[in-house]
């Protein structure tokens, strides 16, 4: 799987993350020693079988990394090296990934929280990427579905304004799903209040 990945000429957001979980063996939230020096290994062999050469951004990263053993990677530097489709997207992905689950905010996922990462691997946070909304809609939204007026969304809240996001944005989200996606967006909440800030991570794209 990652290396169809490192084959193809422009990696999707969600390819990235499968990259990034297949080499961090390890789970340390590095790349280091034999983890990166297979990436390079695995990395020339793709794009060399896809008939592509390396971006000055790979040869300068091979040529950094490829003869040292000491060397190692996170993910932000990491998503500088390969080729994405959308290097905002990817960015704002990769910024999510580590408010959601680097707990001890150090700017790496760990084994414990790449253990958090992988029940929503199916895409859970592409989908929601594609029904953001500006930070005036999601400030109308959120005072619509926060009923009670105490200044939080609780479960019976969220299920409500799923339902209606589903029903919106088909293409997007399956309303059979909700279950899946109200456990995963539940876990950012505190005690079960799920507060302005915490729904914005998912929902909302900017000020504007």
Request: aromatic content about 8%; hydrophobic content about 35%.
């Amino acid at each position: 799987m990652a290396e169809s990945h490192l084959q193809s000429p422009l990696i999707t957001a969600s390819q990235f993350f499968e990259i990034w979980l297949h080499f961090d063996a390890d789970g340390s939230g590095y790349l280091e020693g034999k983890e990166l020096q297979n990436l390079i290994q695995e990395l020339q062999q793709a794009r060399k079988k896809a008939g592509l050469e390396l971006s000055p951004e790979m040869k300068t990263f091979v040529d950094q990394y490829g003869q040292r053993d000491d060397g190692k990677i996170g993910i932000v530097e990491l998503a500088h090296v390969l080729p994405t489709e959308d290097d905002t997207k990817l960015a704002e992905y990769t910024d999510l990934m580590l408010k959601l689950f680097d707990s001890n905010n150090d700017g790496k996922l760990e084994l414990t929280e790449m253990a958090r990462l992988l029940p929503v691997q199916e895409n859970f946070l592409l989908k929601f990427q594609g029904v953001k909304m500006c930070g005036k809609e999601f400030n109308k939204a959120f005072e619509l579905y926060d009923q009670d007026g105490n200044g939080y969304i609780d479960e019976h809240e969220l299920d409500a304004l799923l339902k209606d996001l589903c029903e919106k944005n088909k293409q997007d989200l399956d309303i059979n799903n909700i279950p899946t996606y109200k456990k995963s967006i539940m876990a950012l909440s505190d005690g079960g209040k799920l507060y302005r800030t915490d729904l914005a991570l998912i929902l909302c794209a900017g000020d504007n």
